[in-house]
Structure formats: structure tokens, C-alpha cells
């Protein structure tokens, strides 16, 4: 059995472990959500707002169900197993996808200078993307208190750091830059402590501190975004846009006024090492050495957008002397719609985002933008419809033959834009009490810019087949 199969199947033994024990514990019985304005005195450890679907911008902020500190719509549907004990209220969110991927390029073309032809770009494996997130929260003096970790068994399901990802490039496998492919998330996502006071009826000031989180810079990341929810493999602009939601030494504070968010935050730039299994230091340390700023706005439950811009120092390990100023606009819509069952939960859901990343280098003030446009539609309770489309700036890196180290005084520079199309479908059947498995596929086609049609032609493309596993209540 391929060591990555072993270990995915090990992986899903443990969430059906963690499923079982959860399923024993007493749950909440459905309730109306609560605010500051309507919990009693002498019941001082209940969490503010009980987990229901949030009906503003602070609930949504209180239930902390999205990557750092990061909003989507307050519509946005819950996919948890949640349970209250000791005052208490305990959350268990997990994906795991199980895929194979292919990916195939067009025969490269002979160089006209040097009569070398490169090997053909793409190439086909079995992996497994995934993470879990454990969370808890309770009211403590005069605020709430949230504990959340995350965790992937990616490092181990991604067989040699990386898994095929045509025109996808960032960070490094073995000390060489990562080409057409994708690396893997670290064990530790996230561990972090959050405290939120409400101050008023209409106002709520917040604080997130994390060994490893995700500052406050862009929206919420693509692992984790519910127009995002059912595609296995990450966006092109990733790191245009959001690869800074695993950092290390995260301190964010913000404060909420009724639809409007502000947030600053301090932490380490330097993406993290290639050993994921452990806290490791990024080439330059740990020290907190660059910031950010966002501000959130969210004017209805189904409307949700945000600006920010940071300075990070460091980011890349190829190029540690390069300072990048990154900054991200996005909005969000999510719209619930269909017959409601007895929770309130409502048959169907459409999620959208439009994002735009840049990264500017600090150091010769190149520029690399990117755009993407997604959508998910939920239908007939269990059938889930998807596209990703994408304008995504490239460096001359890829013009390297993957697995390459970088040439002698090599520069990256810009070398054009990517277009990527995918369209997917799956559907969802319930496997056990708590999970739910959705086998799928999706199909990917790129138009490339002149300069990468020697090596990767006009319209190379991509299939992915899948099985999709989620926690659900």
C-alpha cells in the first residue's frame, strides 16, 4: 500500500475516533442566539453568543469560525460538531479530500538558441489535502474567551513536499523552488487564544495571539472559505493573497462598530521551513517583524468585504533579502435559499468572492497582481456546483525545469499572466452519525502568456478526481 494511501486511511480512522467521543458528549439543545444584552448575571461562563447563525458583523465575530480573525458574510452555513460541557462550548470542524490529479502540459518546444528541449510540464498523483480544528469557548471576567487549534496530516499525505499543480509556483521543496506544484500546510496551522469584550450593545473590542495563526491580511483563506469549500486544490494567487495565514508569533487587535471592522496586527514574515511537523523557525528567526492593517465592512448578513496592505519582511527563503508590501481587496456574498429543515438550516446556499492580491517587491519595486472570481452553489440539499476562475501574475521562475535549483545570479522578474478555468461537481452522501463524503471531479483549463508557450503551450489543463470528507453535526 503507497505510504500516502496508509497514512490518509490512518487520517480518517482518527476523525471517526474524534467523531465517536464527540458524538457521546451531551449537545446544545437548538436555542436563539444570544448577546451580551440578554445573558443573565448569575450564569457568567455561558459564551456570549451560544454558536447560533450570527445576525450581525460582531456575532459573526464572536462565533471565530473562520481562519484568524477573518469575516465572511454572517449568512455563511456552520459545518461543526459542537457539544457543551463545564460551562463550555466545545467545536470540532474538519475536511479532509482524498484525490488524484492529473496534470498535462503541451510537448515544449525546442530552444532556438541552445536546441534543448525540456521535460513535458505536469504529471499525476494520489494525495490527500486536509485539516481539523478543534475549538473552545466560554465566558471569562467580562468577555469570552476562545481556545482554537488546527492541525493538517498534510506532511505526511503530500508525498515529496508537494503535490502537481501546473503554473502554480512559491516556496521551496528540498531547497529548490517549487514549480508547477503546490507544498503541503504545516502540522500546526493554527494555535491561538482569542478575547473578546463587548463594550456595548453596538461596539466589541478583540484581541487573537498565536504561536502560528494568521494575521490580519486578506480574506478568510482559501482552505477554509466556503466558495472554496468543495475545490481540493489551492488557488493559483495564493500567494498574492492570502499565504500568510500560517505565520508564526501572530498579535492581532481590532475593533468592531456595528458593520465596521478595523484591525492591526504584528507577526514574523518569513514563511515557514519545509520540516512541517514541528514549530520551525522560518531562515531569519522568529522575531516579529512585519505588520498589517484591515479594515471589514459588512453592511448586511449576506454581504461581507475588506482591504488591508502589509509590510513583510523576508517572506521567501530563496530570496531573504527581499521585503514585499502585500496588499488584498475582496468581497464576499453568500445567499441561503430552499426549504429550511428543523434546525433552520435552509436546502441551499450560493457563496461568491471576488479577490485581488499584490505583492510589490521592496527592494526593485516589481509588481505581481492577481484576480480570482469564485463560486459555489449548493442545490437539492446535497449537490454542490463550483467554479474558480483566475488572472494570476507569473515570474520567469517557471521558465526553470521543476526540481532545478535557481541558476547562478538568477532575478525573478514578471514574466505575464495565467488564466485558469475550473468548473466541479460533487455530491454528498452521509457515511456515518458526524460525517458526510462527497465523491467529485473538477477540470482546469489555462491559457498562458506568450512567453510560457514554448514551454507549457496555449491551453494546457488539469482534471482532479476526488472524495471530499466533512464534519458535520
Known amino acids: 500500500m503507497p505510504r500516502s494511501l496508509s ?51 460582531i456575532e459573526a ?12 458574510p454572517t449568512s455563511t452555513p456552520m459545518h461543526m460538531i459542537m457539544s457543551h460541557r463545564a460551562g463550555w462550548m466545545l467545536m470540532l470542524h474538519g475536511t479532509a479530500f482524498v484525490a488524484n490529479i492529473q496534470q498535462q502540459a503541451s510537448e515544449p518546444q525546442a530552444d532556438a538558441e541552445t536546441g534543448e528541449t525540456q521535460a513535458r510540464r505536469g504529471g499525476n498523483k494520489f494525495f490527500s489535502t486536509n485539516w481539523i480544528m478543534p475549538m473552545a469557548m466560554r465566558q471569562v ?11 493538517s496530516l498534510e506532511p505526511a499525505t503530500i508525498t515529496d513536499r508537494q503535490y502537481p499543480l501546473l503554473l502554480q509556483q512559491g516556496e521551496t521543496a528540498f531547497g529548490k523552488p517549487i514549480i508547477d506544484g503546490q507544498h503541503p500546510h504545516n502540522f500546526f496551522m493554527e494555535v491561538a487564544a482569542l478575547y473578546d469584550i463587548r463594550t456595548s450593545e453596538h461596539t466589541l473590542l478583540s484581541f487573537y495571539a498565536a504561536p502560528v495563526g494568521d494575521p490580519a491580511i486578506g480574506p478568510t483563506a482559501y482552505p477554509h472559505r466556503i466558495s472554496a469549500s468543495e475545490n481540493p486544490v489551492a488557488a ?43 514549530f520551525q523557525p522560518s531562515p531569519n528567526g522568529l522575531a516579529i517583524d512585519s505588520y498589517s492593517t484591515r479594515i471589514t465592512f459588512s453592511p448586511s448578513p449576506n454581504w461581507s468585504g475588506q482591504y488591508s496592505i502589509a509590510h513583510i519582511t523576508s517572506p521567501e527563503a530563496l530570496y531573504p533579502g ?33 479577490l485581488w492580491g499584490r505583492t510589490r517587491s521592496l527592494s526593485d519595486n516589481a509588481k505581481t497582481n492577481s484576480y480570482l ?32 535549483p535557481l541558476p547562478p545570479n538568477f532575478t525573478e522578474e514578471p514574466i505575464g499572466h495565467v488564466q485558469a478555468y475550473t468548473f466541479g461537481y460533487d455530491r454528498d452522501f452521509r457515511v456515518a452519525t458526524h460525517l458526510m463524503a462527497a465523491p467529485g471531479a473538477q477540470f482546469t483549463t489555462y491559457t498562458t502568456p506568450e512567453p510560457l508557450r ?18 458535520v453535526q
Open 7 to 57: 497514512t490518509t486511511l490512518l487520517l480518517f480512522a482518527f476523525l471517526s475516533r474524534v467523531v465517536v467521543s464527540h458524538a457521546q458528549q451531551p449537545t446544545m439543545p437548538d436555542m436563539p442566539g444570544m448577546d451580551m444584552g440578554s445573558m443573565h448575571h448569575d450564569q457568567p461562563q455561558a459564551p456570549m453568543n451560544m454558536m447560533m447563525q450570527p445576525a450581525n458583523l
Open 61 to 72: 465575530q464572536l462565533n471565530h469560525l473562520s481562519s484568524g480573525t477573518s469575516i465572511e
Open 141 to 151: 471576567g467580562p468577555g469570552q474567551l476562545t481556545l482554537r487549534a488546527m492541525f
Open 236 to 278: 493559483l494567487g495564493h500567494h498574492q493573497q492570502d499565504s500568510t495565514h500560517i505565520a508564526f508569533n501572530v498579535l492581532t487587535a481590532g475593533f468592531t462598530w456595528r458593520s465596521l471592522r478595523i484591525e492591526g496586527s504584528g507577526f514574523h514574515g518569513g514563511e515557514p521551513g519545509e520540516q512541517r511537523w514541528q
Open 322 to 354: 527581499e521585503d514585499q508590501q502585500r496588499q488584498t481587496a475582496s468581497a464576499m456574498y453568500n445567499r441561503p435559499f430552499g426549504a429550511k429543515d428543523s434546525n433552520g438550516n435552509s436546502s441551499g446556499n450560493w457563496a461568491s468572492t471576488l
Open 373 to 404: 472570481a469564485e463560486s459555489l452553489v449548493k442545490f437539492a440539499s446535497r449537490n454542490y456546483a463550483w467554479t474558480r476562475i483566475e488572472n494570476a501574475g507569473r515570474s520567469n521562475e517557471l521558465l526553470i525545469s521543476p526540481g532545478s
Open 454 to 471: 514554448p514551454t507549457y503551450g496555449n491551453h494546457p489543463f488539469g482534471v482532479v478526481m476526488f472524495v471530499r470528507f466533512r464534519l
